[in-house]
Protein backbone atom coordinates (compact mmCIF):
# COMPACT_ATOMS: atom_id res chain seq x y z
CA UNK A 1 0.00 0.00 0.00
CA UNK A 2 1.10 3.31 -0.99
CA UNK A 3 0.26 6.53 0.99
CA UNK A 4 1.35 8.51 -1.91
CA UNK A 5 -0.83 6.74 -4.68
CA UNK A 6 -3.19 9.67 -5.52
CA UNK A 7 -6.75 7.42 -6.32
CA UNK A 8 -7.08 9.52 -9.84
CA UNK A 9 -4.09 7.43 -11.09
CA UNK A 10 -5.76 4.42 -11.15
CA UNK A 11 -9.42 6.17 -12.10
CA UNK A 12 -7.24 7.11 -15.28
CA UNK A 13 -6.49 3.55 -15.84
CA UNK A 14 -9.89 2.48 -15.52
CA UNK A 15 -10.88 5.19 -17.82
CA UNK A 16 -8.34 4.40 -20.57
CA UNK A 17 -9.79 0.77 -20.65
CA UNK A 18 -13.67 2.46 -21.02
CA UNK A 19 -11.92 3.81 -24.14
CA UNK A 20 -11.71 7.54 -22.87
CA UNK A 21 -8.99 9.19 -24.92
CA UNK A 22 -6.05 9.63 -23.48
CA UNK A 23 -3.34 12.12 -24.49
CA UNK A 24 -0.16 11.81 -22.57
CA UNK A 25 3.68 13.35 -23.27
CA UNK A 26 6.11 10.38 -24.32
CA UNK A 27 8.15 10.03 -20.77
CA UNK A 28 11.23 7.66 -19.90
CA UNK A 29 9.26 6.25 -17.09
CA UNK A 30 7.24 4.54 -19.40
CA UNK A 31 9.56 3.07 -21.26
CA UNK A 32 11.16 2.12 -18.09
CA UNK A 33 7.79 0.64 -16.91
CA UNK A 34 7.27 -1.55 -20.40
CA UNK A 35 10.91 -2.82 -19.83
CA UNK A 36 9.89 -4.13 -16.56
CA UNK A 37 7.13 -5.51 -17.90
CA UNK A 38 8.76 -7.31 -21.02
CA UNK A 39 11.12 -8.67 -18.26
CA UNK A 40 10.27 -12.50 -19.63
CA UNK A 41 6.67 -13.88 -18.69
CA UNK A 42 4.91 -11.57 -16.21
CA UNK A 43 2.21 -10.92 -14.18
CA UNK A 44 1.18 -7.09 -13.45
CA UNK A 45 -1.29 -6.16 -10.41
CA UNK A 46 -2.70 -2.39 -11.03
CA UNK A 47 -5.14 -1.18 -8.63
CA UNK A 48 -6.06 2.06 -6.41
CA UNK A 49 -2.99 0.59 -4.06
CA UNK A 50 -0.35 0.48 -6.70
CA UNK A 51 1.12 -0.96 -9.43
CA UNK A 52 2.94 -4.47 -8.86
CA UNK A 53 4.89 -6.84 -11.24
CA UNK A 54 5.68 -10.79 -10.79
CA UNK A 55 8.54 -12.26 -12.41
CA UNK A 56 9.05 -16.14 -13.06
CA UNK A 57 10.73 -17.53 -10.05
CA UNK A 58 8.27 -15.28 -7.49
CA UNK A 59 10.38 -12.29 -7.46
CA UNK A 60 7.83 -8.99 -7.41
CA UNK A 61 8.39 -5.36 -7.90
CA UNK A 62 5.49 -2.47 -6.67
CA UNK A 63 5.70 0.87 -8.31
CA UNK A 64 3.06 3.80 -7.63
CA UNK A 65 0.03 3.72 -10.25
CA UNK A 66 0.66 7.23 -11.67
CA UNK A 67 2.75 5.83 -14.58
CA UNK A 68 0.11 2.65 -14.84
CA UNK A 69 -2.40 4.31 -17.69
CA UNK A 70 0.02 6.31 -19.71
CA UNK A 71 2.14 2.26 -19.78
CA UNK A 72 -1.41 1.14 -20.94
CA UNK A 73 -2.12 3.18 -23.38
CA UNK A 74 1.45 2.89 -24.99
CA UNK A 75 0.98 -0.69 -25.36
CA UNK A 76 -2.44 -0.75 -26.86
CA UNK A 77 -1.63 2.18 -29.17
CA UNK A 78 1.39 0.04 -30.52
CA UNK A 79 -1.05 -3.07 -31.33
CA UNK A 80 -3.46 -0.83 -32.59
CA UNK A 81 -6.32 -1.87 -30.02
CA UNK A 82 -8.83 0.75 -29.01
CA UNK A 83 -10.19 -0.78 -25.41
CA UNK A 84 -13.90 -0.82 -24.45
CA UNK A 85 -13.82 -2.14 -21.22
CA UNK A 86 -14.16 -5.57 -22.30
CA UNK A 87 -11.12 -8.44 -21.57
CA UNK A 88 -8.36 -8.02 -24.24
CA UNK A 89 -6.33 -10.77 -25.49
CA UNK A 90 -3.83 -9.93 -28.69
CA UNK A 91 -0.29 -10.71 -30.00
CA UNK A 92 2.23 -8.04 -30.43
CA UNK A 93 4.53 -8.59 -33.01
CA UNK A 94 8.12 -8.94 -32.40
CA UNK A 95 8.76 -5.27 -34.14
CA UNK A 96 6.07 -3.65 -31.96
CA UNK A 97 7.41 -5.24 -28.79
CA UNK A 98 10.93 -4.38 -30.49
CA UNK A 99 10.03 -0.50 -31.08
CA UNK A 100 8.71 -0.58 -27.20
CA UNK A 101 11.86 -2.01 -25.18
CA UNK A 102 14.39 -1.56 -27.41
CA UNK A 103 15.30 -5.37 -27.25
CA UNK A 104 15.04 -8.46 -29.45
CA UNK A 105 12.64 -11.25 -27.91
CA UNK A 106 9.89 -8.95 -27.67
CA UNK A 107 7.34 -10.40 -29.03
CA UNK A 108 4.37 -11.24 -26.13
CA UNK A 109 0.80 -12.50 -26.40
CA UNK A 110 -1.03 -9.93 -23.80
CA UNK A 111 -3.89 -10.39 -21.65
CA UNK A 112 -5.87 -7.27 -20.00
CA UNK A 113 -8.60 -7.68 -17.52
CA UNK A 114 -9.94 -4.52 -16.42
CA UNK A 115 -11.79 -5.40 -13.48
CA UNK A 116 -13.37 -2.50 -11.20
CA UNK A 117 -11.30 -2.35 -8.39
CA UNK A 118 -8.06 -4.37 -10.17
CA UNK A 119 -6.53 -4.70 -13.45
CA UNK A 120 -4.85 -7.78 -14.67
CA UNK A 121 -1.91 -7.43 -17.00
CA UNK A 122 -0.35 -10.71 -18.40
CA UNK A 123 2.37 -11.13 -20.85
CA UNK A 124 3.78 -14.52 -22.12
CA UNK A 125 6.42 -14.93 -24.76
CA UNK A 126 4.77 -16.77 -27.35
CA UNK A 127 5.04 -20.75 -27.88
CA UNK A 128 3.17 -20.56 -31.22
CA UNK A 129 2.32 -18.23 -33.91
CA UNK A 130 -0.95 -16.59 -33.87
CA UNK A 131 -3.11 -15.11 -31.23
CA UNK A 132 -3.20 -15.84 -27.62
CA UNK A 133 -4.82 -19.04 -26.15
CA UNK A 134 -8.11 -18.37 -24.53
CA UNK A 135 -6.70 -19.24 -21.78
CA UNK A 136 -3.71 -17.54 -19.62
CA UNK A 137 -1.32 -19.54 -18.87
CA UNK A 138 0.10 -19.60 -15.51
CA UNK A 139 3.45 -18.13 -14.56
CA UNK A 140 5.76 -21.16 -14.77
CA UNK A 141 6.74 -22.60 -11.50
CA UNK A 142 9.85 -21.56 -9.69
CA UNK A 143 13.02 -23.32 -10.84
CA UNK A 144 15.13 -23.79 -7.59
CA UNK A 145 18.71 -22.30 -7.63
CA UNK A 146 20.99 -24.28 -7.15
CA UNK A 147 23.91 -23.58 -5.84
CA UNK A 148 27.48 -23.51 -7.32
CA UNK A 149 30.89 -23.88 -6.06
CA UNK A 150 33.83 -22.90 -7.51
CA UNK A 151 36.77 -25.12 -6.86
CA UNK A 152 40.37 -24.03 -7.22
CA UNK A 153 43.52 -26.40 -7.80
CA UNK A 154 44.95 -24.15 -5.36
CA UNK A 155 43.94 -22.36 -2.34
CA UNK A 156 42.91 -19.07 -2.95
CA UNK A 157 43.27 -16.67 0.33
CA UNK A 158 39.74 -14.83 0.88
CA UNK A 159 40.85 -10.93 0.33
CA UNK A 160 38.76 -10.19 3.70
CA UNK A 161 39.35 -12.70 6.38
CA UNK A 162 42.75 -13.92 5.07
CA UNK A 163 41.07 -17.74 5.14
CA UNK A 164 42.61 -19.94 2.30
CA UNK A 165 40.35 -22.47 1.24
CA UNK A 166 39.93 -23.76 -2.44
CA UNK A 167 36.12 -24.52 -2.69
CA UNK A 168 34.22 -21.30 -2.79
CA UNK A 169 30.37 -20.23 -3.13
CA UNK A 170 30.34 -18.52 -6.68
CA UNK A 171 27.16 -16.22 -6.69
CA UNK A 172 27.08 -14.86 -10.76
CA UNK A 173 29.01 -11.40 -9.70
CA UNK A 174 31.35 -13.05 -6.59
CA UNK A 175 32.79 -15.86 -4.37
CA UNK A 176 31.54 -16.20 -1.01
CA UNK A 177 34.02 -17.15 1.57
CA UNK A 178 32.92 -20.47 3.22
CA UNK A 179 34.47 -19.21 6.84
CA UNK A 180 31.14 -19.17 8.78
CA UNK A 181 33.05 -15.97 11.01
CA UNK A 182 33.82 -14.28 7.84
CA UNK A 183 31.03 -15.10 4.50
CA UNK A 184 31.89 -11.82 2.86
CA UNK A 185 31.79 -11.70 -0.87
CA UNK A 186 34.60 -10.60 -3.15
CA UNK A 187 35.53 -10.57 -6.87
CA UNK A 188 38.13 -13.33 -7.24
CA UNK A 189 40.93 -12.16 -9.57
CA UNK A 190 40.07 -12.96 -13.26
CA UNK A 191 43.07 -15.32 -14.01
CA UNK A 192 41.71 -17.34 -10.93
CA UNK A 193 38.07 -17.15 -12.08
CA UNK A 194 38.80 -18.46 -15.77
CA UNK A 195 40.80 -21.56 -13.72
CA UNK A 196 38.01 -22.39 -11.66
CA UNK A 197 35.81 -25.16 -11.50
CA UNK A 198 32.45 -24.78 -11.12
CA UNK A 199 30.39 -27.56 -9.21
CA UNK A 200 27.08 -27.89 -8.24
CA UNK A 201 28.92 -30.09 -4.82
CA UNK A 202 31.11 -27.81 -1.70
CA UNK A 203 33.26 -31.04 -2.04
CA UNK A 204 35.49 -31.25 1.38
CA UNK A 205 36.39 -27.74 2.09
CA UNK A 206 40.40 -27.21 2.50
CA UNK A 207 41.16 -24.48 4.54
CA UNK A 208 44.67 -23.47 5.29
CA UNK A 209 45.96 -21.35 8.19
CA UNK A 210 48.49 -19.04 6.71
CA UNK A 211 47.53 -16.93 3.54
CA UNK A 212 49.38 -16.47 1.00
CA UNK A 213 48.03 -13.62 -1.39
CA UNK A 214 51.81 -12.99 -2.65
CA UNK A 215 51.21 -16.50 -4.61
CA UNK A 216 48.02 -17.01 -5.30
CA UNK A 217 46.42 -13.12 -5.54
ZN1 LIG B 1 36.74 -14.78 4.43
Not at 66 to 90: D, K, M, W, Y
Not at 140 to 156: F, I, W
Request: with cysteine; glycine share 6%.
Amino acid sequence: MRADDPPGDFARVRELLQGAPFTSRPRSVVTTMLRVLFTGDTDTEISARGFTVRFIGGRTLSYVTEPAAATLHVLLSRANICPRGQPLAFRLAEEDGHALVGFADAARWVWIFPGDDLVLVSLRRPTCPGPPPADLPPLPLPTPVKKLYAHLALPLPCPCCGRSATVYRAAPDAWICGDPRCGRSFSPPQRTRALAELREDAGVVVRESSARPKIYR
